[in-house]
């Protein structure tokens, strides 16, 4: 997790098909002490649980810790940070003020992250335009499905942030 191996013991009952495990975000708060994934809806329609699983957007709060693969790599908020150095999202939302209560920050950075690094690992290192972003972030592009909310109507802050840092990125 964020780069450091860690023991996933996790509460789990069942087997086969009937196997139930607590969610991911449940371990993540209460067992790894992760405070960027925050329980929204547990139903995976606001984004605020997001994780990147290898690689993936994840929305933790319906994934079961017993569907998470031995050696998954799980990168969370929290870990985004390069030691003092914000990462590029992390500093956009700051710099232009792109939250209010600030509970929607984690799944509009993390899956923005997921998304940018896709695009990129595509090999399409263009800014995504104002259009690519708000459809992004709204679930309307062809490629998410989910959507990510934000209660508190910052929203053009949020789709300028997350431009800002692309253009970091793909720099």
């Known amino acids: 997790m964020n780069g450091t191996t860690v023991q ?7 087997s086969g098909s009937s196997q139930s495990s607590e969610q991911l975000l449940d371990w993540l708060r209460n ?25 993936a957007v994840t929305r933790s709060c319906v994934r079961q810790m017993h569907t998470v693969a031995d050696g998954a790599e799980i990168r969370t908020l929290d870990g985004l940070a ?9 500093r956009a939302f700051v710099e ?11 799944g509009m950075v993390m899956g923005s992250l997921g998304w940018l690094e896709g695009r990129i690992a595509a090999g399409n290192t263009a800014v995504p335009t104002e259009q690519e ?27 300028a942030a997350v431009r800002a840092a692309a253009k970091e990125m793909t720099g």
Do not use: M, W
């Open 133 to 159: 972003t708000k459809d992004f972030l709204s679930g309307a592009a062809p490629d998410n499905t989910r959507n990510y909310l934000c209660r508190c109507g910052t929203h053009t802050r949020i789709v």
């Open 8 to 14: 996933a013991d996790y509460e789990s009952a069942g």
């Open 31 to 55: 067992r790894q002490s992760q405070r960027g994934p925050r329980f929204g809806c547990g139903l995976a329609q606001c984004g605020a649980c997001t994780v990147l699983l290898d690689g």
């Open 96 to 106: 232009l003020q792109a939250a209010q209560c600030g509970f929607c920050v984690n």
């Open 82 to 90: 390069d030691g003092r150095r914000q990462h590029p999202l992390q």
